[in-house]
């Protein structure tokens, strides 16, 4: 009886997972089709199949660029994060100071006030600073990141105090202490705080939209948009699921390969 | 005696001295890049929210954005679609992704493998998700009409452009990419359960409803008050789907708070107005989620 009300459960959440994954299997299907078939909805189609799809999509958008600075923003985006919010996290966390717990309140405002709010006066301010059209631009509001603060300060605390005091006597100072003794041993917190800040940078759209004008400067989600709006309007529905797969796989494939540390990296995100 | 304590308290304030100096150093990075693009643009826009020079009336202060605004009848389109879409995306979206987590926290390979199914749109980005969903929508040969075909049902249905179910259809999106990430939340929340806790439930002859409703839920509490709020700032801020789907349309059906913030500031120009719209949105996230914090922990109490 509980046996078969717990089949039961899970037969109908394999019925609704396997519907999660329609558009996914319509991806993957319809960017294999030749031509312009007339079932392209179609999941189980006959065939012919074949990459020309993928030939297409390509040579419709300068996908190589695209991929370039996707990969020089996110890479640069996390890069400067990790290395402020060490910094900042080694201040909460170890350093006594007046103020400090008004303060490390004040950074996490930064959770609530997201770019994409506020989008004129941030924009404002990147034309002031010679920013606008240029990744920089894009990149600099999230220098500062609030969740990698709270995290740093979260895992140096839980780090115990004798490696410093043993590094101090060595006469090592705080930089040295942050960088070379606590870093190494925070790398299961960074590794984790990268792959949310990542996939979130990856797949954002409206701000590089906004901050970003010339062709040669886009990312691959605006560059999606923008061809995916050219190929809807000929009705060229393979070659749309190729370019999507273009843009979603790279994730898609690191996410199916390393499934356990990114779904226990997006967990950590709800640490109280 | 004194001497040395005298001596030990000024150490203590050097010392003290020392690690402000050194914590303002740490934090100086931080602090500058926060206060040039988070603490300095809501001072500017809770400034252009009151200056009013659009009108021609050279800056002068005053409340003429906030009655522009809710004068605007997209704006108030927006306002009641934002809430529609909140409510249609928070409920569902959580709904689901408890009942899979709940189905499939077993540890087995096919929960896991349902498991990725759910979380995948979750790697993928909003504007790529969009894609396939104008493809899913589309009139007569997309994903849905086509098999709706397949079970008799012939009369084709232009899912976003009909402005009764456009907003349903965003909604769909949004729930189809989120659920899978507030699921990840509720396995860790119930993996916290205790077994014994649920097994003294059973013992004393609870059964899977009562188990659930007074034990599980109840201990979710602190899960739910983490996804909420989540959820709310998404509701407001992710609207990428609607840039590229159906910009606001047709008819403003689909016309959200950021979206018209965006029309305001990019496409018109009109700062004033931009920015008296984001304060009230700001202001309208900040009272929902104080509201779902305070009234989930008057539930919690009542609970337990």
């Not at chain 2, 409803?209 to 109840?218: A, E, K």
Request: glycine share 8%.
């Amino acid at each position: 009886m509980r046996v078969d009300r717990l089949n039961l459960g899970l037969i109908v959440a394999a019925a609704g997972a396997l519907l999660w994954a329609t558009p996914f299997a319509w991806m993957l299907v319809a960017s294999l089709r030749e031509g312009l078939p007339i079932d392209i909805a179609s999941l189980t189609p006959s065939g012919p199949f074949s990459l020309g799809n993928f030939r297409s999509a390509w040579e419709s958008g300068p996908f190589l660029v695209w991929y370039l600075n996707t990969i020089l923003m996110c890479g640069g985006i996390v890069a400067v994060q990790i290395a402020s919010a060490s910094l900042a996290g080694y201040a909460f966390a170890r350093l006594d100071f007046p103020g400090r717990d008004k303060l490390f309140t004040a950074f996490l405002a930064q959770l609530l006030l997201i770019p994409p709010l506020l989008i004129e006066p941030n924009l404002v301010t990147l034309v002031h600073l010679r920013l606008y059209d240029n990744l920089l631009g894009v990149m600099a509001p999230y220098f500062a990141s609030a969740f990698g603060v709270f995290l740093m300060r979260q895992t140096f605390r839980s780090i115990p105090i004798d490696y410093e005091e043993a590094a101090k006597l060595d006469g090592a100072g705080p930089l040295a202490i942050i960088f070379l003794i606590l870093a190494p041993m925070a790398r299961p917190a960074m590794a984790a705080f990268a792959i949310i800040s990542v996939t979130a940078h990856w797949n954002e759209f409206l701000w590089p939209l906004i901050v970003l004008s010339s062709p040669s400067h886009q990312v691959l989600t605006v560059g999606l948009a923008s061809f995916a709006s050219g190929v809807e309007a000929g009705s060229d529905w393979g070659v749309l699921a190729a370019g999507t797969l273009l843009v979603a796989g790279p994730l898609l494939v690191v996410f199916i390969f390393f499934h356990r540390q990114i779904v226990a990296s997006f967990v950590t995100s709800g640490l109280k | 005696m004194a001497l040395i304590q005298v001596e030990a308290s000024g150490e203590a304030r050097r010392g003290q001295r020392r690690a402000t100096a050194l914590a303002s150093a740490l934090l100086a990075p931080s602090l500058l890049l926060l206060a040039l693009f988070t603490y300095w643009p809501v001072l500017l826009v809770g400034a252009q929210s009151l200056i009013l020079d659009r009108l021609g009336d050279g800056g002068r202060l005053g409340v003429g954005n906030y009655v522009r605004l809710f004068a605007d009848g997209h704006f108030s389109s927006a306002l009641r679609n934002n809430l529609v879409y909140a409510l249609g995306t928070i409920a569902p979206s959580l709904a689901l992704a408890l009942a899979f987590a709940l189905v499939l926290q077993a540890n087995t390979r096919i929960a896991a493998c349902l498991r990725t199914l759910v979380v995948m749109p979750l790697m993928m980005p909003l504007v790529a998700a969009a894609a396939l969903f104008a493809f899913v929508y589309l009139p007569a040969g997309g994903l849905i009409d086509f098999y709706l075909a397949k079970l008799g049902h012939v009369r084709p249905h232009n899912w976003l452009g009909d402005p009764a179910t456009a907003l349903a259809a965003v909604v769909a999106v949004t729930v189809w990419k989120n659920t899978g990430y507030y699921m990840l939340f509720f396995l860790a929340g119930l993996a916290g359960v205790p077994g014994d806790v649920l097994d003294a439930a059973r013992i004393d002859g609870a059964n899977a409803l009562q188990r659930f409703r007074h034990v599980t839920l109840p201990l979710l509490g602190p899960t739910f008050g983490f996804v909420i709020p989540i959820a709310m700032l998404n509701a407001l801020t992710q609207i990428d789907h609607v840039v590229t789907m159906t910009q606001g349309g047709p008819n403003d059906a689909t016309n959200l708070l950021l979206y018209y913030i965006y029309q305001q500031a990019i496409q018109n120009s009109d700062s004033g107005l931009a920015a008296a719209a984001t304060v009230v949105s700001v202001a309208g996230l900040l009272a929902a989620t104080a509201l779902a914090r305070r009234s989930l922990e008057s539930s919690i109490h009542y609970a337990s």
